[in-house]
Nanobody, 122 residues
Framework: QVQLAESGGGLVQTGGSLKLSCVASGSIRHIGSMGWYRQAPGKQRELVAAMSSGSNIDYANSVKGRFTISRDNAKKTVYLQMNFLEPEDSAVYYC????????????????WGQGTLVTVSS
């Protein structure tokens, strides 16, 4: 069973920075994609950034140039460095991993973290 543990959320002023981390635990052999989604009140959950095992990266247009995703495969960890934060970035940020292969051979298509709250004050 894979579990995701997120950290790094909090309250920051406009223009500030935060770094989110998400660690995957379990008997994992391989993770296909690791990324971050966010959901603001009254809005749909949206992709923020995702990185494949081959290092292909997708960013939402709204965060390009401000956010940077990275992953450490040995640590089974994905990071999201968020700079120049804006009030519109306020949301619950969810870690997401796709195509997880366990050492047993069992595969899980998609797993979500519990979410970490990011609040940007104006």
């Amino acid at each position: 069973q894979v579990q995701l543990a997120e950290s790094g959320g909090g309250l920051v002023q406009t223009g500030g920075s935060l770094k989110l981390s998400c660690v995957a635990s379990g008997s994992i052999r391989h993770i296909g994609s690791m990324g971050w989604y966010r959901q603001a009140p009254g809005k749909q959950r949206e992709l923020v950034a995702a990185m494949s095992s081959g290092s292909n990266i997708d960013y939402a247009n709204s965060v390009k140039g401000r956010f940077t995703i990275s992953r450490d495969n040995a640590k089974k960890t994905v990071y999201l460095q968020m700079n120049f934060l804006e009030p519109e970035d306020s949301a619950v940020y969810y870690c997401n991993v796709k195509r997880v292969e366990m050492t047993s051979g069992y595969r899980q298509l998609e797993i979500w973290g519990q979410g970490t709250l990011v609040t940007v004050s104006s």
